[in-house]
Nanobody, 117 residues
Framework: QVQLVESGGGLVQPGGSLRLSCAAS????????MGWYRQAPGKQRELVAT???????NYADSVKGRFTISRDNAKNTVWLQMNSLKPEDTALYYC???????????WGQGTQVTVNS
């Protein structure tokens, strides 16, 4: 089992910044991918950004140039730096973990990000 604990969400004005954190614990395999997904009311969950344990990143087109994902493998922690936030970024943000060897998906409880003036 893997546990994911997120933090860092909140209310911010358009153009502002937030930094999300996600710490993984439990049965962590060293070769894995972690990332962030989000779900707005009435919409499907969508990918925001992912990063492999080797450092390869992938971003949704809607956040490229504004969001940056990073990680510390020794701490099993991933961050999402969100800049130039827009109202359409408002959503519940979920941390995700998958080990390549097991292909099991784990999700955090979600952290709310609200962008509103």
């Amino acid at each position: 089992q893997v546990q994911l604990v997120e933090s860092g969400g909140g209310l911010v004005q358009p153009g502002g910044s937030l930094r999300l954190s996600c710490a993984a614990s439990g049965s962590i395999f060293s070769i894995n991918v972690m990332g962030w997904y989000r779900q707005a009311p009435g919409k499907q969950r969508e990918l925001v950004a992912t990063i492999t344990s080797g450092g390869s990143t992938n971003y949704a087109d809607s956040v490229k140039g504004r969001f940056t994902i990073s990680r510390d493998n020794a701490k099993n922690t991933v961050w999402l730096q969100m800049n130039s936030l827009k109202p359409e970024d408002t959503a519940l943000y979920y941390c995700h973990y998958r080990a390549f060897i097991t292909k099991e998906d784990y999700w955090g409880q979600g952290t709310q990000v609200t962008v509103n003036s």
